[in-house]
């Protein structure tokens, strides 16, 4: 068994600050935001880690969504992320600086990154969190995720291991707003990189060419599910979703249909979202659908059938068939 630590050694919140070509990630901004909380709940400082090369404004935008020190290695061989780099600077920087708490983005970088830590940390992770807590009492992180397929809620501590590390699900946690100007302290990490360390080689880059899709960004969600019956169901919804200026979505089974891109779906194997108004149109409200969208400011159900357990959570609930509803409200819209 590996040899418990002082855990009385170890201080402060991390928040891994995940950049692409030198743009900060909004699950960044959005881990601040709660690891504000976290901070305030455990007594700690909120702490940010980054790494790339020319990351002077990234760094500025950190102070200013709350960080109060900002640990940075500035590297070109840390601008494009590659497991190696990434694991040895960052898991230098947790042995030598010893945080209490480091949380990632659940992208397919902080999935990567994050086990890579808690392994050459010897300590414990739990992925995908969609609810963090100090417990008052022991000051340890409850962190929640969902398990077996979204039917069971699990909270797990790490009581004897430090760091405690979580990834956390974009879109969940609240963006803090911008204090322009806050400044904090800038801590410089050590790089101790050869070369020969870093055994990946990014080739290159390909972006899809799809058009981009936002969904955690869209303040109106039009989603579309089986009841839309074909493909040509989603250009309905997109004239709805047109007129107020809002994005179209899709329940699994529409992707699954091969209706839509699965870059458009939402759920618990999707993009979760917190728009103002989702209208959820034939979708059955599955739990795997309803964990990814239930945060929503009012949602609007269309379902012909009045027992779909989507109305259990809808604001507002039309029983119809969705080709007469939303035509109907396109009209009424002008
Ligand atoms: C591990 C796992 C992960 C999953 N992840 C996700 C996920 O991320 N996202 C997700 O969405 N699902 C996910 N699912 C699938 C999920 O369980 C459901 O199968 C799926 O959400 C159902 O999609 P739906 O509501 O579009 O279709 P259905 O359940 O078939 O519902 C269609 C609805 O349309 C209504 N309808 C039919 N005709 C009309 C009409 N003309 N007008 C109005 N309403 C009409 C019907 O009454 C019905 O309620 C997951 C499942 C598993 C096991």
Redesign the pocket.
């Known amino acids: 068994m590996a040899e418990l630590r002082d855990l009385s050694a170890y201080h402060d919140v991390w928040v891994f600050a995940e950049q692409r070509e030198k743009k900060l990630m909004p699950v960044g901004i959005e881990l601040l935001g709660e690891g504000r909380k976290l901070a305030d709940a455990a007594g700690c400082r909120l702490c940010a880690v980054i790494c790339g090369s020319d990351i002077d404004d990234i760094i500025n935008e950190l102070f200013e969504y709350g960080a109060e020190v900002v640990y940075y290695a500035q590297d070109k061989r840390l601008d494009q992320y590659t497991t190696d780099g990434y694991s040895k600077v960052i898991g230098d920087a947790i042995d030598k600086y010893k945080p209490e708490i480091v949380l990632l983005g659940a992208t397919h970088i902080g999935r990567d990154l994050g086990p890579c830590l808690a392994v050459n940390c010897n300590t414990g992770l739990t992925a995908d969190c969609t609810k963090l807590e100090i417990d008052p009492e022991t000051k340890q992180i409850m962190q929640t995720r969902p398990a077996f ?2 039917n069971l809620m699990a909270t797990i501590i790490c009581p004897e291991h430090r760091p405690q590390m979580s990834t956390v699900r974009p879109g969940v946690m609240e963006k803090p707003s911008k204090q322009p100007g806050r400044k904090g302290d800038l801590i410089k990490l050590d790089i101790n990189l050869a070369d020969s360390d870093i055994r990946t080689k990014v080739l290159e880059v390909v972006k899809t060419a799809k058009e981009a899709v936002s969904l955690t960004d869209a303040e109106i969600i039009v989603s ?6 074909n493909a040509e169901g989603f250009k309905l919804l997109k004239q709805l979703a047109d007129k107020l200026n809002a994005t179209v979505a ?6 699954d249909a091969g209706w839509i891109d699965h870059a458009y ?6 993009t979760t979202v917190k728009p103002k108004i989702y209208f959820a ?9 309803i ?2 969208m239930q945060n929503s400011g009012l949602i609007i159900a ?4 009045e027992d ?1 357990p ?1 109305f259990d959570i809808a604001d507002i609930g039309i029983t ?4 007469k ?1 939303i035509p109907a409200i396109i009209e009424e819209l002008g």
């Open positions: 397929g979204g579309g599910g089986m009841g839309l019956g899709a329940s699994r089974a529409a992707v779906q939402v759920g618990q194997t999707g149109c034939g979708i059955s409200g599955a739990i795997q659908h964990a990814g269309i379902n012909t059938n779909a989507i119809g068939d969705l080709y509803v």
